[in-house]
């Protein structure tokens, strides 16, 4: 998206075989969802630009559709005209939409990589003081889709920090090589949106070391209203007890114990799903390996 705004300004700005010094686009930030009406998503994303010129440019309009891999996946406009005043930096803001229909069939392309090429088709208009500029553009932006949609729509706060134990059973129901707790992780849905969680699916490691010492899976199907926190009700399985406790206060001290926690969530946002990956670090306040009866 940023490379975008940088490309569309530098054809905006082109007149004839004369070019003029061209407005510097700085940074795109705030991305936020705003919306969902049908299979159509609508989030904003401000764009700061700086105008190193002398002159004031009026920048009307701007309207682009979105393709990936031959198919139309959306759309942008701009929210406002605005100008662009001399040697100063302004805020755009543009109106995006997302067609989820699309987005689900494509997701698996789109998460396997860091970044996927789209090509963004449209027109721009603005007033200079030289003449009036009205172009078609099409370009091909590099975009971060993967970060996108594990970011902007399911960031850091999506999935709390705190694990909150409710029940540890005694490995001697088990047997030494394994045992199970109950606990709770809060999801906060942070957008005026209804979403279903389908699954949720994670194995949990010891912060800093890259083996497995427990596994949970829910297939329980759980709805997660706008703009509001759920508590996510968990079974896990304790691999290796006897392991861990040997592995000294780290686990088996007071205080936190940090864990990091790596799988995927399955929501179904309307009448479509989507697996997101993944990873965050947790805290429990606890000894999660405190036995029931003292032991």
Request: proline share 4%.
């Amino acid at each position: 998206m940023t490379r975008f705004q940088t490309v569309l300004l530098s054809v905006l700005f082109s007149c004839g075989s004369c070019r003029f010094q061209e407005p510097v686009f700085i940074t795109s930030d705030n991305l936020s969802v705003k919306g969902l009406s049908g299979s159509i998503l609508r989030f904003s994303m401000d764009s700061q630009v700086y105008n190193p010129t002398r002159y004031k440019y009026q920048l009307k309009d701007v309207l682009f559709d979105i393709w990936y891999d031959g198919v139309r996946f959306g759309s942008g406009k701009l929210n406002l005209g605005h100008d662009l005043f001399p040697k100063d930096t302004t805020v755009l803001s543009f109106d995006c939409f997302f067609d989820l229909k699309t987005l689900q069939e494509k997701q698996d392309r789109i998460l396997s990589k860091d970044t996927v090429e789209f090509q963004f088709v449209g027109e721009a208009f603005a007033v200079h003081p030289l003449k009036k500029i009205r172009k078609d553009f099409a370009v091909k932006v590099p975009f971060g889709a993967r970060k996108f949609i594990t970011d902007a729509m399911f960031g850091a706060d999506f999935v709390s920090r705190e694990i909150e134990i409710q029940n540890l059973a005694s490995p001697r129901n088990y047997g030494l090589a394994r045992s199970n707790y109950r606990f709770r992780i809060g999801l906060q849905n942070k957008h005026p949106i209804n979403i279903t969680l389908k699954r949720f699916r994670m194995e949990f490691k010891a912060k800093g070391t890259a083996r497995a010492f427990a596994t949970t899976t829910l297939d329980t199907v759980m709805e997660l209203p706008g703009l509001k926190k759920v508590q996510l009700p968990l079974k896990a399985e304790l691999h290796h007890v006897g392991l861990l406790k040997n592995m000294g206060s780290f686990f088996w001290g007071n205080g936190n114990s940090q864990y990091t926690g790596v799988g995927s969530i399955r929501l179904g946002i309307a009448s479509y799903e989507f697996e997101v990956p993944i990873e965050k670090d947790f805290d429990v306040q606890i000894n999660p390996f405190q036995w029931p009866g003292g032991h």
